[in-house]
Every structure is written in structure tokens, then in C-alpha cells.
């Protein structure tokens, strides 16, 4: 079962924002433009901009974009939202972890963006089958926030968190091509997870 983000605990928005190095950035996959203008976002913003942890927390608490636009509201046991998260093997890790020179970490570091993106644009193309097409209004496009510490230096993210890894948020509320805030097929999410990994 999916796993259920809401407001017990302070709710997904606290626990991300627990650590001054978890600055959300956004992520778009697919047509990047056009979902950042049907949510209301700018072209800083879709090109990787910081994302407010404020209106990240509210796209994930109430299914409410940026520009306001929100669908059918949750129900008791709705899923707020999905929480994925992207590893590089231990081999990777260990190296970043104990080398020291930077253009080893710059390099580790930009292999891991890529492959990210990759992921990010194969969801888009791939795990968006079902559940989301009314009247020919396809969804192929993603927007979520991305936390990892690559704000920091190398070392310090090696202190922190030997093991590489990224985890992107995807809120259940997503545009369709009409602007409609619609839920993310959960189960086809998890049946193409290996296949982006």
C-alpha cells in the first residue's frame, strides 16, 4: 500500500524541513512547460528553482497547486502524495563518501542528477497509463519537489549521509492537459519502479 502523508507528526512539510540542508528545489518531467504553467509555476521554478516548503506542504496536505488549482479533496484514507526515492548503488556512495577530491564528488554528483532526470522523464512517459485519460486528455508530465544535499559541500553531505540518494515527492494532485487536478495512478507508479530505478 502506498504510503499515507498527512498532518499526524507535524506532517511531510516538517519532516523535510527538519534539516536546514533539505531546500526543496522543483522537478518537472515530461512537457516541463506546460505543466508548470497549468500549476502555476514559474520558468525559474521549472528550470529547478527553490520550491516554497509552505506551498509544498499545502500541494501535499489539501491536493492545492501553486496557482490554487486542486481537485476532488482527500478522503480519510486518500494518499497525499508519493515519496520516491532514488539510491545510487553502495559502491557509488562509498566513493563519494571517502574521496576526497572534488572533481570525483562534482562528477559522482552530476552522473546522479542525470540519472535522476532519466528516471523522472521515464515515470512521466511510462507510469502514467491509467486512471488519468478522459476524453483524449492525456497526463505525461510530472511535478514534484526534489530533497538531497547538494547544496553542501561534498564532504559535508558525506558526513551527514554517506549514501547517495534523492528523494523526490510527487504530490497525488497532478495536472491533466486541461488544467484539472487529477490522482496519480499509484499502482502504475509502483509497477514501473523498477524498470526507472
Not at 7 to 24: D, F, H, I, K, N
Request: with cysteine.
Amino acid at each position: 500500500m502506498p504510503p499515507r502523508i498527512g498532518r499526524a507528526g507535524g506532517g511531510l512539510g516538517e519532516y523535510y524541513s527538519e534539516r536546514e540542508s533539505r531546500t526543496p528545489v522543483w522537478l518537472l518531467a515530461g512537457d516541463t512547460r506546460t505543466v508548470a504553467m497549468l500549476v502555476g509555476l514559474t520558468d525559474a521554478q521549472r528550470a529547478g528553482g527553490d520550491a516554497d516548503p509552505k506551498l509544498v506542504a499545502r500541494w501535499l496536505d489539501d491536493g492545492i497547486a501553486a496557482d490554487g488549482a486542486h481537485g476532488r479533496a482527500f478522503g480519510e484514507r486518500g494518499v497525499h502524495g508519493f515519496d520516491l526515492t532514488f539510491c545510487a548503488p553502495k559502491s557509488v556512495s562509498l566513493v563519494r563518501a571517502l574521496r576526497t577530491d572534488d572533481v570525483m564528488a562534482k562528477a559522482i554528483a552530476d552522473a546522479h542528477t542525470t540519472a535522476l532526470s532519466e528516471a523522472m522523464e521515464y515515470l512521466a512517459a511510462h507510469a502514467d497509463y491509467t486512471g488519468c485519460t478522459i476524453r483524449g486528455l492525456e497526463r505525461k508530465t510530472l511535478c514534484g519537489c526534489r530533497f538531497d544535499g547538494d547544496r553542501l559541500s561534498a564532504r559535508d553531505v558525506a558526513v551527514r549521509d554517506p549514501h547517495l540518494h534523492t528523494h523526490v515527492i510527487v504530490p497525488n494532485r497532478q495536472a491533466r492537459a486541461d488544467g484539472v487536478m487529477v490522482s496519480l495512478d499509484g499502482t502504475s507508479l509502483y509497477h514501473e519502479a523498477r524498470a526507472a530505478g
